[in-house]
């Protein structure tokens, strides 16, 4: 996701910066500074956060004493009681001196003659007249506020003394007014403030008491106690301050002043989330957010960021199909036929949208010249061959087979007798309850010729068959004799042949081997 680029304009406030808010988008975000202390307020200052103490004092007036009280400034000065014969002073509100800080009191004036004293009186602060001793109390002289006459050793009444009211001036800033009968002597403090300031705007007046004139130029106090400037004086303009901890070319660090000296705090810039990098630009202070890259160069997939993490899904060409192949290039997607051929001859190929590659066997495609063999189509190994098996004759003695290249024929078993006696006959036999055994053996009895007829003698029991054969070996056996010979087989009441020897048309021979029946194994 790219983030939406902020379209707001004017004056980058670092306390009130502009930030990404998933739900309201861009908008601006005051620096929060929590304060615990409300005469310690926090306040953001140039983006950090800053602690401002509440100054109640003055700092150029020393016996300020006002304080600050749940953030409020409760005003105060300094208290200055008098002591004993001691009056407050007129010339400082309280009777203390903001340039020193300190109590400043006016002691109690007595006057003093020959024969009378006045003493100032602790308890009262009063002064009250006291006999100098050697004096005559009977002495007494009309006296005033501004005059007084002493009586001198011999009682007599002296000369006026005018009161000095000059004299009984507390300090330099106190002015003595001429005397007053009734009132007597009356002071005026001096006020600095009507006096023509110093050039020097780093000087001002403030009364001293302590020195002649009363108005003396003291040096200005430019210092306010905010430990984050710097203070200073300039004769021609007065004070100056200037922050210590100012703003370098590189934006990206704001700087702000603490009781260890000056700090830079970076700029952070928090991205939206875990998808975005945030950077600050020095020459402005401003973040920037960049989306994390997750492209891939590749047009077949759609790539976005969750969690910090790339994300590429390919892009999905699936047309529910399943008899074409799909796949994306150059970011599109493309379908082409699923090839279904399966390189088997014999079989049908084609293509289902639901299953996709059918592969149908088809015999027709498999022919064979041999009708003997017979040929299948197998789905995956073509034409495959197989011997024909012929029907069964339902007969022992007659078998039927398949002849290469002309078909299924039927034929008779073949005995083969393996008795190397002459003049035995070896046939099948059909019936299986004379025999279990299908081939059978049958000994030939071979005699002199009689008008040469062949005569054949074999049990009633005897078949057709055997017979024939027999007919065969006696027509052999004749043929051996040199002319015609009767054969005659009987066959025992056990159904077994009896010996040949014991037939009466046997004639023996020396020369078997002359018998065509004969084998010699």
């Known amino acids: 996701m790219t983030p939406k680029a902020d379209t707001s304009s004017g004056t980058v406030d670092p306390c009130n910066p502009r930030v990404c808010d998933t739900t309201s988008g861009w908008i601006n975000k005051p620096v929060d500074c929590p304060t615990t202390d409300p005469c310690n307020p926090r306040s953001c200052v140039n983006g950090v956060c800053q602690t401002t103490p509440v100054i109640c004092k003055d700092p150029a007036n020393l016996c300020d004493t006002s304080t600050c009280v749940n953030g409020a400034c409760v005003p105060s000065t300094k208290t200055c009681t008098p002591g004993p014969c001691q009056t407050v002073d007129p010339t400082f509100a309280s009777s203390c001196n903001p340039t020193t800080g300190n109590c400043v009191f006016k002691s109690v004036i007595c006057q003093s003659g020959t024969c009378m004293n006045q003493q100032c009186n602790t308890q009262t602060n009063k002064c009250v007249d006291v006999l100098t001793p050697g004096c005559n109390t009977n002495c007494v002289c009309t006296n005033s506020k501004c005059s007084k006459m002493l009586c001198n050793a011999n009682n007599v009444c002296q000369s006026p003394i005018l009161t000095n009211c000059t004299a009984l001036a507390p300090d330099y800033c106190t002015l003595a007014n001429p005397c007053d009968d009734t009132l007597g002597c009356t002071f005026t403090p001096i006020d600095c403030s009507t006096k023509p300031p110093p050039t020097d705007k780093c000087k001002y007046l403030v009364a001293d008491p302590t020195a002649p004139g009363c108005c003396v130029q003291k040096d200005m106090v430019c210092n306010k106690g905010n430990p984050c400037k710097t203070y200073g004086c300039d004769p021609a303009t007065g004070c100056t301050e200037v922050d210590k901890c100012v703003q370098t070319t590189?934006?990206?660090?704001?700087?702000?002043?603490?009781?260890?000296?000056?700090?830079?705090?970076?700029?952070?810039?928090?991205?939206?989330?875990?998808?975005?990098?945030?950077?600050?630009?020095?020459?402005?202070?401003?973040?920037?957010?960049?989306?994390?890259?997750?492209?891939?160069?590749?047009?077949?997939?759609?790539?976005?960021?969750?969690?910090?993490?790339?994300?590429?899904?390919?892009?999905?060409?699936?047309?529910?199909?399943?008899?074409?192949?799909?796949?994306?290039?150059?970011?599109?997607?493309?379908?082409?036929?699923?090839?279904?051929?399966?390189?088997?001859?014999?079989?049908?190929?084609?293509?289902?949208?639901?299953?996709?590659?059918?592969?149908?066997?088809?015999?027709?495609?498999?022919?064979?010249?041999?009708?003997?063999?017979?040929?299948?189509?197998?789905?995956?190994?073509?034409?495959?061959?197989?011997?024909?098996?012929?029907?069964?004759?339902?007969?022992?003695?007659?078998?039927?087979?398949?002849?290469?290249?002309?078909?299924?024929?039927?034929?008779?078993?073949?005995?083969?007798?393996?008795?190397?006696?002459?003049?035995?006959?070896?046939?099948?036999?059909?019936?299986?309850?004379?025999?279990?055994?299908?081939?059978?053996?049958?000994?030939?009895?071979?005699?002199?010729?009689?008008?040469?007829?062949?005569?054949?003698?074999?049990?009633?029991?005897?078949?057709?068959?055997?017979?024939?054969?027999?007919?065969?070996?006696?027509?052999?056996?004749?043929?051996?004799?040199?002319?015609?010979?009767?054969?005659?087989?009987?066959?025992?009441?056990d159904g077994s042949m009896n010996n040949i020897a014991n037939n009466p048309l046997y004639i023996s021979t020396n020369n078997a081997a002359d018998n065509p029946l004969f084998h010699n194994n």
Do not use: W
Request: aromatic share 2%; charged share 15%; net charge negative.
């Open 250 to 493: 590189d934006k990206c660090k704001i700087p702000s002043c603490s009781s260890t000296g000056c700090i830079d705090t970076v700029v952070q810039c928090t991205p939206p989330d875990a998808c975005y990098t945030g950077t600050c630009d020095s020459s402005t202070g401003n973040c920037a957010y960049q989306a994390m890259k997750c492209d891939d160069n590749n047009a077949c997939t759609t790539d976005s960021c969750e969690n910090g993490q790339c994300k590429h899904v390919t892009l999905d060409c699936t047309d529910n199909d399943a008899c074409t192949v799909n796949s994306c290039v150059n970011g599109a997607c493309t379908t082409t036929p699923l090839p279904c051929d399966d390189s088997v001859a014999c079989t049908l190929d084609s293509c289902d949208p639901i299953t996709g590659c059918k592969h149908t066997p088809d015999n027709s495609f498999c022919s064979s010249p041999d009708p003997c063999v017979t040929l299948t189509c197998h789905a995956t190994k073509g034409c495959v061959s197989q011997n024909v098996t012929c029907p069964n004759t339902g007969k022992r003695c007659l078998v039927s087979s398949c002849v290469p290249y002309e078909g299924c024929s039927n034929s008779s078993v073949t005995c083969n007798s393996t008795d190397p006696a002459p003049c035995v006959f070896t046939h099948c036999e059909e019936d299986k309850e004379k025999s279990q055994d299908k081939c059978q053996t049958v000994v030939l009895t071979c005699a002199a010729p009689v008008d040469n007829t062949i005569v054949v003698a074999a049990a009633a029991a005897t078949s057709a068959a055997v017979i024939a054969g027999i007919i065969a070996a006696v027509v052999i056996c004749g043929g051996v004799a040199g002319g015609a010979a009767v054969a005659i087989a009987r066959r025992g009441d």
